[in-house]
């Protein structure tokens, strides 16, 4: 399965596979683009209605945003940013840091200096 489809920096969601051939990001359950199936799970964010990416946050801060009162309907499909908006009403209006959760290349980059 090829995770890398270059022409969206953004990954594909769990359940979903790059077609090498068209570039393009396939639910496995129904054979739909991704971002066209209406049941891909990761596909949607419920509060902006754009695209969403696959990642996560620890249970404890999900809960504080998405579950203040110990709420136990299913919980709402965000996108990063709008779960941010959430924490920040919230009252976690806090600096956010990205990183990968694993990378199959190390990074090597540095950052250019100013001298």
């Given amino acids: 399965m090829n995770t890398e489809n270059k022409s969206d920096p953004v990954a594909p969601a769990a359940g979903s596979v790059t077609d090498p051939h068209f570039d393009k990001t396939f639910c496995m359950e129904c054979g739909q683009l991704a971002e066209e199936c209406k049941g891909h799970p990761e596909a949607k964010c419920d509060d902006c209605g754009g695209r969403n990416v696959v990642w996560f946050a620890p249970n404890d801060l999900w809960n504080k945003v998405c579950r203040p009162d110990g709420e136990t309907a299913a919980d709402p499909m965000l996108c990063p940013r709008c779960f941010i908006l ?3 009403k919230a009252g976690i209006d806090v ?5 990968p959760d694993s990378l199959n290349e190390k990074l090597s980059h540095t950052a250019p200096t100013t001298t």
């Fill in 86 to 88: 959430r924490a920040i």
């Fill in 95 to 99: 600096v956010w840091r990205v990183s």
